[in-house]
């Protein structure tokens, strides 16, 4: 028996890429449903963190794609063999990014919980639960990191076509500069910090703007993405603790990407090929 959290990807010769709570990722014949090929991620010795996989791969434009588990692992496979680039940075160490949640509340090697996206160049944007945003070049160096947020419970960013990835996060509120005390658990009342909606330059990684969500008091265990309408516009949720906010915009979301199941993607493709319904641009405009 297998439980999946992860929405399905279909890559471009049809198979449809899925991963599990066992740790597992799964290539599985479009048409006939037989397995193709699996991956079994390893088990945590430490018994530290589940060996879950939460999100959906991403497709590059090369026919890899970009598998991440929670135990921090971020590996790349041939889409039709299964076969697992292990060349120069390839697969990502979690102990490559060990300091970067010095004074933060996940110590030890970041969980990832979000889908990744990756670019027309094939580098890979993925947010981790030491709440960094990491930028990954083709050949699996670390470009760039940013980890000036509080906490989030985000499921993964958009990119759009002014090269500005977009995503939710917590941030100081009354513009503060410091983060409150971590607070375990689900708590919408924890004191200090407001659910924003954040813009960073996709090339260095600088926040470029940041706005409040009216009503979010936290992005802590509500895992949301942004959605971008045609027209640019981006609506996001609050999750278990909100409602839905709407923003304008003047770029919509990049064609030049390949993309993860998830969000703008309405065709059962793996990447975009049509535009948000009629539907969502007159539930908007109620």
Not at 12 to 34: E, I, K, M
Not at 131 to 146: F, H, M
Request: charge should be negative; include cysteine.
């Amino acid at each position: 028996m297998h439980t999946f959290w992860a929405k399905p990807t279909v890559a471009d010769d049809g198979s449809v890429l899925v991963t599990d709570f066992g740790g597992y990722l799964f290539a599985l014949d479009g048409r006939t449903g037989v397995e193709r090929w699996r991956f079994a991620e390893a088990h945590d010795p430490t018994g530290e963190y589940a060996n879950e996989a939460w999100s959906s791969v991403a497709l590059t434009s090369d026919n890899h794609l970009i598998f991440t588990s929670n135990l921090g692992w971020i590996r790349k496979f041939r889409v039709d063999t299964g076969e697992q680039v292990q060349d120069r940075h390839w697969p990502i160490d979690p102990k490559l990014r060990r300091n970067d949640s010095v004074g933060r509340p996940q110590q030890q090697d970041p969980i990832i919980f979000s889908a990744p996206v990756v670019d027309e160049n094939g580098t890979t944007y993925i947010n981790a639960e030491n709440w960094c945003v990491y930028a990954i070049s083709s050949a699996g160096a670390i470009q760039w990191n940013n980890c000036d947020f509080c906490s989030w419970g985000t499921a993964g960013m958009v990119l759009r076509d002014d090269a500005t990835l977009i995503f939710g996060a917590d941030l100081p509120v009354n513009g503060g500069v410091e983060c409150p005390a971590y607070v375990a658990g689900c708590d919408p009342t924890s004191p200090g910090k407001q659910g924003h909606l954040v813009a960073l330059d996709a090339a260095t990684g600088r926040r470029l703007w940041a706005e409040a969500i009216p009503g979010l008091k936290t992005f802590v265990c509500n895992e949301q993405i942004p959605n971008l309408l045609s027209d640019g516009t981006v609506v996001i949720s609050g999750g278990t603790y909100g409602g839905i906010s709407a923003f304008r915009g003047g770029a919509a979301l990049s064609r030049k990407a390949a993309w993860s199941k998830y969000g703008a993607d309405t065709a059962l493709s793996g990447r975009r090929s049509i535009p948000f319904s009629e539907r969502g641009q007159h539930f908007l405009d109620a």
